[in-house]
Structures are given as structure tokens and as C-alpha cells.
């Protein structure tokens, strides 16, 4: 079975054609999905997918992305209810984005924090969207390395891997795995190079769509393309990948067994 941990079917590309969009997906052998919040509404609707596709193994975070930072004082109050849903099984996705600066970075950075410590204060892992500002991101991390962190789409490349490593964090990997660039290349070294309980697989739909479809909509059911790149840069066959995948998302979402 295969696992898609970071997908926005709540995003507007594909939230009209959610119901399709799972379908093919369980067609397709993937049999949980987390679906990622950014802002409020956004989370809501997260929540709502989980909710009512929950027997089709669908999970939520609830977060507000650093683009979306500028936009918030504080943590959403109801944040504090959501929390406690079942179908929730983290924070995020949270941190820092530069590349972009859609927000200021004075309020990423305070957004950043103030999830953090939400996350902490409910026991919950967090999802880390951190883009060409990692060494600002682990200044920050440093403080809370008590957390389950998972750094999605993780572009720190060799240079972090090793602290990233140390506060036992984990790294997902999407498309990008099966991309024929350069900087693709540094990533596959990455992926052959963290220990294989560090890694969990997402596409990040409707964004970073696999080679053989680049160009059109990404969606949870490619996951496979990175599931067999990830298998032929460890030289793994698929079942076994699939079993280590599954072993550590369940270890790092802790969710309960349909
Ligand atoms: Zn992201
Ligand atoms: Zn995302």
C-alpha cells in the first residue's frame, strides 16, 4: 500500500473534484493521506475532507503556512478545538519561506513560534515547510527539539542532513525525486544517503508533479513515481519500501488503525 503524507485536496485545483481525486487514489493502491492546512479556512476544510472521507483513510494538519503569516496576529482560537479531533494528526504546515516572502519575515518568524509552541502544549508532531531558510529555520528549531518534526519537501540538502538528522526529524520526499535537473540530482543523493527510517513519501498535489506528468495537475495517486525512485536509489524492491514507509508514517502521524 502506499502512503501520500503531505496533499492539498482542499486546495482549489482539486477540491471540486475531491470525491474523483480519492477515488483514483485508492485505485491507485494509496490507502492514507494527509491533507495539509494553510490557513484557516483552509484547515476547516482539511478537517471536513478527513471527516467525511475518513473510511477512505484520509487524515488533516491544521496550520498556517509562512506565506499566509502577515495575515494572522495569533493562532486561530478554534484552533484550540480542531486540535483534539481525531482525524488531526499534526501541526502544519508551518515554518519559513523566503523564496517567496509573500509575509514578512518578522511575521513568519512569529507565526513560526507561536505553532511551535501550540504544537507542543497539545503533545502534536509538526509539519515543516521551510524553503531557502533553513539556517533561520534551525535557529528556531534549535529550542525545540523535543517536537516530532517532519521538514516536508526537505531541500536542505547534504549540507543540513546531518542536524536535521540529529533532532531525529524526518524528511518527506515528493516529485521533485523524479525530476531530470540538477538539483534533483543533490536531492537523489540525499535520499540514498538518510537512514530509510527517516523518510516518509507525498506528493504536495496539485504542486510538484512527477516527470512522466509534468506540466498537468499533480494528484495523490502519482505517488508511486516517488515510491520507485525512492525504491531504485536504495535499491529496494517496492513491497519492502512500501512496508518501511508505512511503519514510519505510523510512527510519526501515531494514527489509529481503521
Ligand atoms: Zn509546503
Ligand atoms: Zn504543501
Redesign the pocket.
Known amino acids: 500500500m502506499y502512503i501520500d503524507t503531505h496533499c492539498h485536496i482542499n486546495s482549489q485545483d482539486l477540491r471540486l473534484d475531491a470525491r474523483a481525486v480519492i477515488a483514483r487514489a485508492r485505485d491507485a493502491g494509496v490507502m492514507k493521506m494527509v491533507i495539509v492546512g494553510c490557513d484557516f479556512e483552509d484547515s476547516c476544510e482539511a478537517l471536513g475532507l478527513a471527516e467525511d472521507f475518513s473510511q477512505f483513510g484520509l487524515y488533516a494538519t491544521i496550520g498556517i ?1 509562512p506565506h499566509e503569516s502577515r495575515l494572522y496576529d495569533n493562532i486561530p482560537g478554534a484552533f484550540s478545538k480542531l486540535i483534539t479531533n481525531k482525524r488531526v494528526v499534526a501541526v502544519g ?1 508551518i515554518g519559513l519561506d523566503y523564496h517567496y516572502d509573500h509575509s514578512p519575515k518578522a511575521d513568519q518568524h512569529r507565526m513560526f513560534k507561536a505553532q511551535l509552541d501550540f504544537a507542543r502544549e497539545h503533545n502534536m508532531p509538526v509539519v515543516l ?1 521551510i524553503r531557502e531558510a533553513m539556517h533561520d529555520a534551525m535557529n528556531i528549531l534549535k529550542y525545540h527539539r523535543d517536537l516530532k518534526m517532519l521538514f ?2 526537505y531541500s536542505g540538502g547534504l549540507e543540513y542532513l546531518d542536524r536535521v538528522l540529529e533532532m531525529e526529524a524526518m524528511c518527506s520526499f515528493g516529485g521533485a525525486v523524479t525530476w531530470r535537473r540538477k538539483a534533483s540530482d543533490e536531492l537523489r543523493e540525499v535520499v540514498r544517503r538518510i537512514p530509510i527510517d527517516n523518510i516518509l513519501p507525498e506528493t ?1 498535489s496539485p504542486y510538484m508533479t512527477p516527470a512522466p506528468f509534468r506540466g498537468k495537475l499533480n494528484e495523490p495517486a502519482n505517488v508511486r513515481y516517488v515510491y520507485e525512485a525512492i525504491a531504485q536509489e536504495r535499491g529496494m524492491s517496492l513491497p519492502e519500501l512500501e512496508a518501511r514507509l508505512e511503519s514510519n508514517a505510523q510512527r510519526f502521524f501515531m494514527w489509529e488503525e481503521e
Do not use: L, Q, S, Y
Open positions: 503556512h504546515e515547510h516536508h519537501c504536495d
